[in-house]
């Protein structure tokens, strides 16, 4: 199976900076689609961005602007860069990967495989 592992969440002060980090143990799984989603207590979870092996990508309308989600071919690794980050973007942020794009279309159903979450927290 793909494992994903997400890394660099923390806490930091309204419009302040996070980069995070997907690490996937397959890289070929990697050359489709993926992409980052995020889930607040109480709340459904809900699309961030994704992105495909060509690196076309989509930031969902909120965050636009804010947000911007990358890949290194390479190695597999996915990226999220969340600048002025506001209370609201508290939550668990979650990595995925599904096999077939298209890859900006960002349903959760599709999307095979799930890192652990690492908790975001703004304030």
């Known amino acids: 199976h793909v494992q994903l592992v997400e890394s660099g969440g923390g806490s930091v002060q309204a419009g302040g900076s996070l980069s995070l980090s997907c690490a996937s143990s397959e890289y070929t799984y990697a050359s489709n689609c993926m992409g980052w989603f995020r889930q607040a207590p109480g709340q459904e979870r809900e699309a961030v961005a994704g992105i495909g092996r060509d690196g076309g990508s989509t930031v969902a309308d909120s965050m636009k602007g804010r947000f911007t989600i990358s890949r290194d071919n390479a190695n597999g690794t996915v990226y999220l860069q969340m600048n002025s980050l506001k209370p609201e973007d508290t939550a668990i942020y979650y990595c995925?990967?599904?096999?077939?794009?298209?890859?900006?279309?960002?349903?959760?159903?599709?999307?095979?495989?799930w890192g652990q979450g690492t908790q975001v927290t703004v304030s």
């Open positions: 995925a990967a599904k096999p077939y794009p298209p890859c900006t279309v960002l349903l959760p159903l599709t999307f095979d495989f």
